[in-house]
Structure formats: C-alpha cells, structure tokens
C-alpha cells in the first residue's frame, strides 16, 4: 500500500525473536494495526496501537511512536506456526473519510 | 454466530463478463472495505463504505463498483473495464476510523 512500508522478507529460527518494523504515513493517522495471514487465508488481527508505546499481547508485542511515523511487531519464543505473512495497517482520515490502508506484508519464515 | 461471509469461495468467468462477489456481515458494523490481492502482495483498497448508501474510491477502483443499499451487504462487481480481474478478493467490516476490521474468508476470482 502506498505510503506504508515493510520489509519484504524476514528468516528466523525457531524459538528467536524476530522484529518486524513498518513505516507509515502521519497525516491522518488514526491509529496502526498488524494482522497475520497464512498462505491462501484471510488476515486475522493480532494487534493494535493509536498511543505511543509497547502493546503487549502474549508472544507479541507492538510499539508505536507517532512522532516518527514508526511501529514494529515483535515476535518472541518463535514457533513454526508464526510462518506467515505479517501486515501493517494504518487508519486513516482524510476528508471526514476513514479508511484502512495496507502495507504489501512482510514474510517471516521460521526455521527448525 | 457473528460474522462477515463472502460467496461464493472460487468463481471463474470468462473474459468480457461482469461478475458479483457477494459479501454480508451480521456484526452491526458500519464500515466495509473490499481489497485485492494478487500472488504474493498485500492488500490493495478498492472500495470503502461507512455509512449506508455512500461509499468511496480506494486506490484501485477503475474497473468495478460496489453498492450499499443495506448496512449488512457490500457486493462487488468486477466489470469487463477491470484489465486484469483474476485475483484473491477480500471483503472486511468494522466499526470505523480507529477500529480494527474483520474480514471474510475470501473469493478467488479466476478469469479465463
């Protein structure tokens, strides 16, 4: 999506932490969201941030800071389950408008 | 159960034919958003709705239209202006701006 970017890909191994970070556009921000999608599947949500700061959410967790337009997506204790793609998604206003734009996802690929 | 559905799950056409994805939500939300996604990519924004009987262009909407006669249903069609219709289609509903949003399982649009 325009205005969002992400890594492309990502490899970790299993049980490792892996740090996903996306950047976004500020005007109009209305908040940030990162959702997981496997192969073929739609996405589900994992989290969201509209304050600066660290979400907590069991093994994930994300971090905002609107100043910088900057959030990331940290996934600890890794499982071969976490092999997915990872989106970032940004609520946007613009002309009384509210829409919810995607960023083109980051692959993370977990290894044994 | 709550939820949003989108039908049918594979639908093939010929080339030059319009076609209509179908997507319902029982879940109260206001908002509905449809996407696209090609192999390997994110999310593109075709249309978005948030109240009944309005909607707005996202990024890529030359080449289909959507209605919102009802708050529950969103359908898509994809015309024969659309150069390039065969993709994976997603159809999402929320609660509006800052809200997280919830998406169907998909329709796999395959023209030949």
């Known amino acids: 999506g325009q205005n969002i970017d992400q890594p492309t890909e990502m490899t970790a191994t299993e049980g490792a932490i892996v740090q996903i970070n996306c950047t976004y556009q500020?005007?109009?921000?209305?908040?940030l969201f990162w959702y997981q999608q496997h192969a073929g599947e739609a996405p589900t949500f994992l989290s969201y941030n509209v304050l600066d700061g660290l979400e907590e959410k069991g093994r994930f967790s994300s971090f905002l800071s609107r100043s910088k337009g900057y959030s990331y997506l940290l996934l600890k204790e890794l499982q071969m389950k976490d092999s997915a793609s990872y989106l970032c998604?940004?609520?946007?206003?613009?002309?009384?408008?509210?829409?919810?734009?995607f960023g083109a996802g980051t692959q993370v690929v977990v290894t044994p | 159960d709550g939820g949003i559905t989108q039908s049918p799950k594979y639908l093939f056409r010929k080339e030059g034919q319009n076609v209509t994805l179908s997507c319902e939500q029982n879940?109260?939300?206001?908002?509905m958003y449809w996407y696209r996604q090609d192999p390997g990519q994110g999310l593109r924004l075709i249309y978005y709705?948030?109240?009944?009987?309005?909607?707005q262009k996202g990024d890529i909407a030359e080449g289909y239209s959507v209605s919102r006669e009802k708050k529950e249903s969103f359908p898509l069609t994809v015309t024969s202006a659309q150069k390039n219709p065969t993709a994976f289609y997603l159809c999402?509903?929320?609660?509006?701006?800052?809200?997280?949003?919830?998406f169907g399982q998909g329709t796999r649009l395959t023209v030949v």
């Open positions: 999402a509903s929320g609660r509006g701006e800052g809200t997280e949003a919830f």
């Open positions: 998604a940004e609520s946007l206003t613009t002309d009384s408008w509210g829409k919810l734009q």
């Open positions: 709705s948030q109240i009944v009987n309005d909607f």
């Open positions: 500020t005007s109009g921000f209305n908040g």
């Open positions: 879940l109260n939300h206001d908002a």
